[in-house]
């Protein structure tokens, strides 16, 4: 991805991104616009919080798998 469409931010508008693309109360239109949001901005800090969404999105993938696997043994 070239740096034509990065942009820079605050540390605080950073987090709050962050927290908001985590919240499962949020719809997911506002929820997708923060990942894109986050994905757009220039440095470590929006990369990481990328890396910690995605975590966190992957053991939630995980463990829907392992609970429908127990469900359909049942």
Do not use: H
């Not at 820079?8 to 990942?35: A, G, T, Y």
């Not at 995980?62 to 043994?73: F, G, P, R, V, Y």
Request: with cysteine; glycine share 6%.
């Amino acid at each position: 991805m070239g740096t034509e469409n990065c942009f820079e931010s605050s540390p605080e508008m950073e987090k709050l991104l962050c927290e908001k693309l985590l919240d499962q109360q949020q719809p997911i239109s506002e929820r997708f616009r923060s990942l894109f949001s986050l994905r757009n901005l220039r440095g470590p800090a929006p990369r990481r919080a990328l890396m910690i969404v995605g975590v966190y999105v992957s053991g939630l993938v995980l463990w829907w798998e392992i609970t429908d696997q127990e469900t359909d043994e049942s």
